[in-house]
Nanobody, 126 residues
């Protein structure tokens, strides 16, 4: 699976962005997907995850209620809708595919993700 994230940009606090992650490969729909982010000088952190079927989602406490993850398996796309953005959301955002196909749960650890996209920059100004 090859992944490419897009949709980042500069937005004012309170604004919205939608990130997209395009996946290549016929097995995309078999894998849970996650979004992570990394701010300068900080470790990569979990943002949101969605199961292979789309039926299970999970969010970090810092984005819960503001961000929504979704997927379109027919189009090999995963989305991250980000609303009510805050300056602390500024980071490079990465999409990733789970190591294990057809996992019944979603996972937050970076070590559980095998395939990574190149990242897209999100900058939120105050």
């Amino acid at each position: 699976v090859q992944l490419q994230a897009s949709g980042g940009g500069l937005v004012q606090a309170g604004g919205s962005l939608r990130l997209s992650c395009a996946a290549s490969g016929r097995t995309f729909s078999s894998y849970g997907m996650g979004w992570f982010r990394q701010a300068p000088g900080k470790e990569r952190e979990f943002v949101a995850a969605i199961s292979w079927s789309g039926g299970v989602t999970y969010y970090s406490n810092s984005v819960k209620g503001r961000f929504t993850i979704s997927r379109d398996n027919a189009k090999n796309l995963v989305y991250l809708q980000m609303n009510s953005l805050k300056p602390e959301d500024t980071a490079v955002y990465y999409c990733a595919a789970d190591t294990t196909p057809f996992r019944a749960i979603v996972v937050a650890a970076t070590t559980e993700y095998k395939y990574w996209g190149q990242g897209t920059q999100v900058t939120v100004s105050s």
